[in-house]
């Protein structure tokens, strides 16, 4: 088969750039080897989060935002160390940061507008950082969340790829796996592969390996799209920095089973420049999903700031770690502090009062007010009683909740939750009753009490998000929940080397002609946009900006 283009991977990034080839009146072969059902790729499992900066949602909310303020962040959290000697890793990196952070603060929001998205009034205070204002996190609340979750953000790139498709403009081929690119005279002029058998597994579902044929597609330029490493917990022990400590031995899967990074070993062995593969970005409070799609499903507890958070040894979490202030960091603390690379499993201890106010689940399935776009059930979830219903799903059915009245019961229950007794009453008692005389007053020496008040300073957490300070002890704010939490995998920060073209870089930091790549597969952009962290609300961003600009070149080109 003869096209324009070819797109490896159906996901976000590459439904963004067949969407500006076909718009620049291109031909385009979507590739991708699950089914149609898959159609939007992980992006359709999230939450929604969008990093816009100086926005009408923030102002609203009496933030001020800025280029320079959100630039400042993004180098502090980036920590771009690998620009010096020849054909450096982080040459173009660092470019693609500064570009993504001027379209964040210019045109993406109208741009999303554009096509269709729309965003709720929330603007969440993600990544909260380290403590210094250099440093890493979001100096101001940049989390804008999509109506429609996910699922909104994807779908209008859905649809369009399906009526190119039916205009006969793009070709949408599922079960259709890459296997090799396609080289002549040191260009790339197209992708082989193997057909697999169909499908009709749900979407997010494991399918079938099995083959029933094989495939050629040549092309004037490929653009590889096709997700990162986040399932292949072989690959992601491989490349564990030493800096994060002994990988663990058990970790939970925050998506889908196809997310293994093939395609990237594939360019990697055909001379493409795969740079900064120890820069990976797995969460902390990850559970077990009691109701899973894939195998070893979990979910990550996006945190309000309260919840007292304990090692697996009962120790309270020193700052950064704190709920919802610096993943990375506070896996540095869980994998590196001695005494602790046997273990893991950290702890959240927390109130009624607090999960009610300030547990959300990330997940457009775990969150079905915004997923459906429903004002009602929004103001009903996020201001009336009780948990959301997805959070108190969890909290009665998930294997790693459990709830008493008293310390001492809870202590015991979530001792039945580990191999052998690790935590002792005594111990956890003593830290929960430091910590609680620290909120007699408005003021304190403790960190994490300074940044609840710090939070509720913020109208949007004030009103949907943090929780009055309260003593754990009260019982009026009870009963207590201990929660057993898990090493997510998510995202690989690095990736294939791409210039501001989205051209791939070959083993000598030159453009490989005909190769393209975008999304999380070009490590979102440069083989490493966020450096060493992200500030969060930004993959998926990162994969329309790099979809876009990929499409765009391509299109300029050919």
């Known amino acids: 088969m003869q096209v324009d283009v070819v797109v490896v991977g159906a996901g976000l990034a590459g439904l963004v750039a067949a969407n500006e080839l076909v718009r620049a009146g291109t031909t385009v072969a979507v590739v991708d080897q699950e089914n149609e059902a898959n159609l939007g790729g992980q992006a359709y499992w999230s939450f929604g989060g969008l990093f816009l900066v100086n926005s009408p949602e923030?102002?609203?909310?009496?933030?001020?935002?800025?280029?320079?303020?959100?630039?400042?962040?993004?180098?502090?959290?980036?920590?771009?160390?690998?620009?010096?000697?020849?054909?450096?890793?982080?040459?173009?990196?660092?470019?693609?940061?500064?570009?993504?952070?001027?379209?964040?603060?210019g045109e993406k929001r109208s741009w999303l507008h554009e096509q269709g998205i729309r965003l709720t009034p929330m603007v969440g205070w993600a990544e909260r950082g380290d403590g210094r204002a250099g440093?890493?996190?979001?100096?101001?609340?940049?989390?804008?969340?999509?109506?429609?979750?996910?699922?909104?953000?994807?779908?209008?790139?859905?649809?369009?790829?399906?009526?190119?498709?039916?205009?006969?403009?793009?070709?949408?081929?599922?079960r259709h796996r890459v296997d090799n690119l396609v080289f002549e005279n040191g260009a790339v002029t197209g992708v082989q592969g193997t057909l697999l058998a169909d499908e009709t597994a749900a979407r997010g579902a494991p399918s079938n390996k099995t083959v029933v044929g094989e495939?050629?597609?040549?092309?004037?330029?490929?653009?590889?799209?096709?997700?990162?490493?986040?399932?292949?917990?072989?690959?992601?022990?491989?490349?564990?920095?030493?800096?994060?400590?002994?990988?663990?031995?058990?970790?939970?899967?925050?998506?889908?089973?196809?997310?293994?990074?093939?395609?990237?070993?594939?360019?990697?062995?055909?001379?493409?420049?795969?740079?900064?593969?120890?820069?990976?970005?797995?969460?902390?409070?990850?559970?077990?999903?009691w109701n899973p799609v894939w195998p070893d499903h979990g979910i990550r507890i996006l945190p309000g700031p309260s919840p007292l958070w304990f090692d697996a040894l009962g120790r309270r979490l020193p700052a950064p770690g704190l709920p919802g202030y610096d993943t990375l960091g506070t896996l540095k603390i869980l994998r590196t502090t001695p005494g602790l690379e046997h273990y893991d499993h950290s702890w959240f201890i927390l109130t009624?009062?607090?999960?009610?106010?300030?547990?959300?689940?990330?997940?457009?399935?775990?969150?079905?007010?915004?997923?459906?776009?429903?004002?009602?059930?929004?103001?009903?979830?996020?201001?009336?009683?009780?948990a959301p219903g997805p959070v108190e799903a969890f909290k009665q059915r998930g294997a790693d909740f459990v709830v008493a009245d008293g310390l001492a019961q809870l202590v015991a229950k979530m001792n039945h939750l580990t191999e052998e007794p690790l935590l002792h009453f005594e111990h956890i008692e003593q830290q929960i009753r430091e910590r609680d005389a620290e909120i007699v007053n408005k003021f304190s020496k403790d960190a994490q009490v300074n940044g609840i008040h710090n939070a509720r300073r913020y109208l949007g957490d004030k009103l949907t998000r943090v929780a009055k300070p309260h003593r754990l002890q009260d019982p009026s704010a009870g009963p207590l929940i201990g929660v057993k939490l898990h090493i997510l995998t998510r995202k690989t920060l690095g990736g294939i080397q791409t210039n501001l073209h989205g051209q791939a870089m070959d083993a000598l930091g030159m453009p490989i002609p005909g190769l393209y790549a975008a999304g999380e597969a070009a490590g979102f952009g440069g083989g490493g946009v966020h450096?060493?962290?992200?500030?969060?609300?930004?993959?998926?961003?990162?994969?329309?900006f790099t979809g876009r600009t990929a499409g765009r070149s391509v299109a300029q080109r050919i």
């Open 352 to 386: 009624q009062k607090m999960i009610e106010k300030e547990f959300a689940l990330s997940g457009s399935e775990q969150n079905p007010d915004i997923t459906n776009r429903d004002p009602r059930l929004l103001f009903r979830t996020r201001f009336g009683r009780g």
């Open 531 to 544: 450096g060493y962290n992200a500030l969060e609300g930004t993959f998926l961003g990162g994969c329309i």
């Open 135 to 174: 440093g890493h996190g979001n100096s101001v609340p940049r989390f804008h969340v999509a109506w429609g979750t996910g699922t909104g953000v994807v779908k209008p790139f859905v649809d369009k790829a399906k009526a190119a498709a039916s205009e006969r403009s793009a070709v949408l081929l599922h």
């Open 58 to 105: 923030q102002r609203r909310l009496g933030v001020k935002d800025s280029f320079e303020l959100a630039w400042q962040d993004w180098q502090g959290s980036a920590g771009w160390d690998r620009l010096d000697g020849p054909r450096p890793e982080d040459e173009w990196a660092a470019k693609w940061g500064r570009a993504y952070v001027e379209f964040a603060a």
């Open 215 to 289: 495939f050629t597609l040549r092309a004037q330029a490929t653009i590889l799209a096709s997700g990162g490493i986040g399932a292949n917990h072989d690959a992601i022990r491989r490349n564990w920095p030493p800096r994060l400590g002994t990988p663990p031995r058990q970790m939970i899967t925050g998506v889908p089973a196809y997310v293994d990074g093939r395609v990237l070993e594939i360019a990697e062995a055909a001379g493409v420049r795969v740079v900064n593969k120890d820069r990976m970005w797995h969460y902390t409070e990850g559970v077990r999903n």
